[in-house]
T-cell receptor, first 116, second 118 residues
């Protein structure tokens, strides 16, 4: 069964608009972490934002915010005021368990394209 | 921010040869390193997890004798693709997690290695 599900293979958004990228996850472990990474065409993985399962507030990092709905097991990424440079693949990822050695698994990704 | 250096960025080799990819954490101690494989337009598939000084833990379906992982120090992990074949052609990317408040949650990634086996 898929642990991380990203249902949007591709999205087109007009520049300056906000965009929400969906991510749902499946785990029975009470301690886990959720991540979003951006992968431009160059291939590098750029960390965007992190949400811990015990965090009370939704994480925010500049134009990025994570809409964490624990009961629904969703961790959507919201990008406000999109820019042309936001065009890239976006991956949602999850770490199960509190251990620093716990592995991190990735969703299938969403390709975001920003229209000028 | 923390930096992970991965070399080479691109390698082309003949079938049957072995290729070594290095992953170094430049400004933090990488207690755990992960190796991922990514096919074009697909997600990252975890191959193995390695902790410094111990044997790597391989994911199901990954041949440990073909993909040799060594994590000899807190700053260096290597992946050796032995007797490479065309089906091993892929994008390989390492990541590292370190100690400390600023690094113990995030994964820091290398820039990846594009392997092409002829």
């Amino acid at each position: 069964a898929q642990k991380i599900t990203q249902t949007q293979p591709g999205m087109f958004v007009q520049e300056k608009e906000a965009v929400t990228l969906d991510c749902t996850y499946d785990t029975s472990d009470p301690s886990y972490g959720l991540f979003w990474y951006k992968q431009p065409s160059s291939g590098e993985m750029i960390f965007l934002i992190y949400q811990g399962s015990y965090d009370q507030q939704n994480a925010t990092e500049g134009r990025y915010s994570l809409n964490f709905q624990k009961a629904r097991k969703s961790a959507n990424l919201v990008i406000s005021a999109s820019q042309l440079g936001d065009s890239a693949m976006y991956f949602c990822a999850m770490r199960e368990g509190p251990s620093s050695a716990s592995k991190i698994i990735f969703g299938s990704g969403t390709r975001l394209s920003i229209r000028p | 921010g923390a930096v992970v250096s991965q070399h080479p960025s691109r390698v082309i080799c003949k079938s049957g040869t072995s290729v070594k990819i290095e992953c170094r954490s430049l400004d933090f101690q990488a207690t755990t390193m992960f190796w991922y494989r990514q096919f074009p337009k697909q997600s990252l598939m975890l191959m193995a997890t390695s902790n410094e000084g111990s044997k790597a833990t391989y994911e199901q379906g990954v041949e440990k004798d073909k993909f040799l992982i060594n994590h000899a120090s807190l700053t260096l992990s290597t992946l050796t693709v032995t007797s490479a074949h065309p089906e091993d052609s892929s994008f390989y990317i390492c990541s590292a997690r370190g100690r400390g408040i600023l690094t113990n949650e995030k994964l820091f990634f290398g820039s990846g290695t594009q392997l092409s086996v002829l």
